[in-house]
């Protein structure tokens, strides 16, 4: 799968850093490593099942205490690994912005 269609350029790690992913709602956990990451996104290796991944929402804890994360859409999946885009409040609106839009055709 391609990997080069990112937003924003990424940063690879040149270690193993572990992180964990996080149910919205709390009902699931999964440990993963940070394969790389940029404001926009990361790549990730997950362990264990990838069937919660379905949920599509989810958060990224990158520290132990929980106190540095990321919200994160899932935007591609790959084996066991997932691409992910983090979801800001810049995101919504021009999600927003995008879904108030009349169809091309409308315009005609």
């Known amino acids: ?22 149910a919205v709602d709390g009902t699931w956990r999964r ?6 990451i940029s404001e926009t ?8 099942s990838l ?11 990158l520290s132990t205490m929980g106190l540095v994360f990321r919200r994160c859409e899932l935007v591609r999946l790959d084996g066991e690994e997932a691409g992910v885009e983090f979801i800001t409040s810049q995101t919504l609106r021009e999600r927003s912005a995008r879904s108030d839009k009349p169809p091309a055709a409308a315009l005609d």
């Open 1 to 22: 799968m391609n990997w080069d269609k990112r937003k924003a350029k990424r940063i690879q790690l040149g270690h193993h850093y572990r992180a964990t992913l996080v």
């Open 31 to 36: 440990n993963c490593v940070l394969i790389d």
């Open 41 to 48: 996104g990361a790549r990730l290796r997950i362990d264990g």
């Open 51 to 61: 069937e919660v991944l379905k949920a599509r929402q989810f958060f990224l804890l």
